[in-house]
């Protein structure tokens, strides 16, 4: 019961001090605490679905280095055309999985713009005969203009793709895009 009185008295105090004029904070009145509330409020959640083509084969490397792996549409709170570009010296295979690290870019259907881009870990579990699943985390790093407010936000992906060669040749998939 003390435990219950002590967590009410300490809500009236939170209550009290962050919504009224505070007499300790002098300067900030309630319209100001308001106002940098809302200036701290989180961008709100992008969510897309993707359709992708396997392209490493065809050799095309970023100025770092980096592999281009996947590309195809997105589509959702962002449209355009998304790409994933492969880090092949750090991925690590074990057993039917795959460590790596790649870099994402989301460009616009001209390819003219990027909208948002952002490095990323993740992993793929070669499920011989049937879909392959994979999944990857990253931050945000860079945006457009409309877009900026995502720089720094999470990015989560995920979905399966299908084999040409079971093991040793991609082809396509479907999957999901999510930045929060």
């Not at 008295?9 to 007499?23: E, I, R, S």
């Not at 992008?46 to 095309?60: A, D, M, P, Q, S």
């Not at 998304?82 to 057993?95: A, R």
């Not at 992906?157 to 084999?163: I, V």
Request: net charge negative.
């Amino acid at each position: 019961m003390k435990n219950l009185i002590v967590v009410f008295l300490m809500g009236v105090a939170v209550f009290y001090f962050g919504c009224a004029d505070n007499p300790s904070a002098p300067g900030l009145n309630q319209s100001d605490q308001v106002a940098n509330t809302l200036d701290k409020k989180p961008a709100p959640t992008l969510n897309c679905t993707t359709e992708y083509f396997f392209k490493g084969t065809e050799g095309i490397f970023d100025s770092e280095g980096r592999l281009l792996g996947w590309e195809g549409p997105i589509n959702g709170d962002i449209n355009g055309i998304i790409q994933w570009w492969m880090d092949i010296e750090t991925k690590v295979n074990t057993g039917q999985a795959s460590h790596y690290v790649d870099r994402f870019v989301i460009w616009n259907n001209d390819k003219t713009v990027i909208l948002l881009a952002g490095n990323e870990a993740g992993t793929t579990t070669a499920r011989l005969g049937k879909n392959s699943n994979w999944r990857t985390n990253g931050i945000v790093t860079d945006a457009a203009l409309d877009y900026e407010d995502w720089i720094g936000c999470q990015n989560h992906a995920e979905g399966h793709f299908t084999w040409v060669i079971p093991g040793v040749l991609p082809e396509h998939g479907y999957g999901t895009f999510r930045v929060n």
